[in-house]
């Protein structure tokens, strides 16, 4: 199986939204609700930030929420901050053929 | 808050077997909601999931790493275990492991990584 396809890079001004995509196919994504999205600044523990496709764990801003359309899931980040500035991954359980699940190739987020 | 840190070698040769532990501490393995996964990232690629396992020890493998990879878990200790073997140069990474929610999936608490060089 491939990886989930995200944009390398987006990019946005302090309190601009951004959307970023990651799309799959209809034996990941467009099957399952069990996407979830994860923030990765370099050296620290990746955060889990949206799961089950648009929940947020305590703690996440609402600034942050996921969708769903077809094989395709998106994230937005609205009211951009400067910390926000991470690398994003999205995932997906994909195991219409047995237990898997795969990630994105992560998109890094600019806040200019 | 639950707290996992990985622990390995760093520098691995080519063709030896990578071992790696994953401490859990302010919480326990021996938990009937979730699986404890590994995941790695590659140098300037994304990540990928290595395998996942139950604390009874059921557990679940990347097709692409089946033959080489080996999880385990020890509830004594408190510690998940990675063994893989004839390593080369594709598999140097940043490992790391994570709690996985046993019915939906999502890793919802990770350690920060241990880097793992395969050289000679």
């Known amino acids: 199986q491939s990886a989930l396809t995200q944009p390398r890079s987006v990019s946005g001004s302090p309190g601009q939204s951004v959307t970023i995509s990651c799309t799959g196919t209809?034996?990941?994504?467009?099957?399952?609700?069990?996407v979830s999205w994860y923030q990765h600044h370099p050296g620290r523990a990746p955060r889990l930030i949206i799961f089950?496709?648009?929940k947020r764990p305590s703690g996440v801003p609402d600034r942050f929420s996921g969708s769903k359309s077809g094989n395709t899931a998106s994230l937005t980040i609205s009211g951009l901050q400067a910390e926000d500035e991470a690398l994003y991954f999205c995932y997906s359980y994909a195991g219409s053929n047995g237990f898997y699940v795969m990630f994105g190739g992560g998109t890094h987020l600019t806040v200019l | 808050q639950l707290h996992l840190e990985e622990s390995g070698p760093g520098l691995v040769r080519p063709s030896e077997t990578l071992s790696l532990t994953c401490t859990v501490s302010?919480?326990?393995?021996?938990?009937?909601?979730?699986?404890w996964g590994w995941i790695r990232q590659p140098p300037g690629r994304g990540l990928e999931w290595i395998g996942s396992i139950y604390y009874r020890g059921s557990v679940f493998y990347n097709p692409s790493l089946r033959n080489r990879v080996t999880l385990s878990v020890d509830t004594s200790k408190e510690t998940l275990s990675l063994n893989l073997t004839s390593v080369t140069a594709t598999d140097t990474a940043v490992y790391y492991c994570?709690?996985?929610?046993?019915?939906?999936?999502?890793?919802?608490?990770w350690g920060q990584g241990t880097p793992v060089t395969v050289s000679a």
């Open positions: 209809n034996s990941d994504v467009g099957t399952y609700d069990y």
């Open positions: 994570a709690r996985q929610e046993l019915f939906n999936y999502y890793f919802d608490h």
């Open positions: 089950d496709v648009t």
């Open positions: 302010d919480g326990s393995i021996i938990t009937s909601s979730y699986y």
